[in-house]
């Protein structure tokens, strides 16, 4: 069976307070886009990528997509129409039982090994699974007044992380199913929502999201301190 990446890269990156969507702001003098598809591309050369983008995008140059399969999709409203215009896009020529691996343009500091190791996990998986690490801080439910309502059990508590993966016709099918009220902001929650248990792959705590200003400079001392 084939394997098919999503990239969704049509969001305006609010929180950033950048002049620009912060998959455009530059780390090492490339784009985080161009990290994040280069490190797709190490692990998975023989993939088709689907890269979702806003319409008329001024920022994209495809200079930076290192993949001899790939396609360009108009992104969505909300990250989960991104995806499924992406899935559309490859509808008639994915299998049901094809792997796709959806994963934020946002993080560029994922590696080769956790993607490998994601993909090792989904040998003979049947549900589907994503990187994820255990909470380490102690965490708290808040009242809407910024109050602690009360601390949650640490453990078992993960946070997801991206890529997950998942067969073609199950994703297809989930997505489907989500409702924009449903709070869908991973691909997880809407196999969840079918009454089925993806699996958690342990991955490194420095895969993280490109959310914030301060993530920037963490995401450049990440990627040194990994080629070291
Ligand atoms: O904003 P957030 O970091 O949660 O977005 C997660 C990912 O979804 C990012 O890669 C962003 O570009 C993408 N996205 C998208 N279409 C939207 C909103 C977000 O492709 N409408």
Not at 6 to 15: E, K, L, M, T, Y
Not at 64 to 90: C, H, K, M, Y
Not at 182 to 195: H, R, Y
Request: glycine share 6%; with cysteine.
């Amino acid at each position: 069976s084939r394997l098919w990446l999503i990239v969704p890269a049509a969001g305006q990156g609010n929180r950033m307070q950048a002049d620009r969507p912060k998959q455009y702001l530059e780390l090492e003098g490339r784009p985080v886009l161009a990290h994040t598809l280069a490190r797709l591309y190490q692990a998975f050369p023989e993939s088709c990528l689907c890269l979702c983008l806003t319409e008329g995008d001024p920022w994209f140059d495809p200079v930076w997509v290192p993949f001899t399969q790939w396609r360009r999709v108009t992104g969505g409203l909300e990250r989960v129409d991104s995806v499924r215009n992406a899935l559309q896009s490859i509808a008639g020529e994915a299998d049901e039982d094809d792997w796709v691996l959806v994963h934020d343009v946002a993080r560029p500091c994922v590696t080769r090994e956790d993607l490998l190791a994601l993909q090792a996990a989904l040998e003979d998986e049947p549900v589907g699974a994503l990187l994820a690490v255990p909470a380490a801080d102690t965490m708290k439910r808040a009242s809407d007044t910024g109050r602690i309502r009360h601390t949650e059990s640490r453990e078992r508590l993960w946070h997801a992380l991206t890529p997950q993966g998942f067969r073609y016709g199950l994703l297809k099918k989930a997505l489907g199913h989500a409702s924009s009220s449903d709070n869908v902001t991973d691909e997880a929650s809407a196999v969840e929502a079918l009454g089925l248990s993806p699996r958690l792959v342990t991955g490194r705590r420095d895969n993280l999201k490109i959310t914030r200003p301060e993530d920037l400079p963490l995401a450049r001392h990440i990627l040194a301190a990994q080629r070291e």
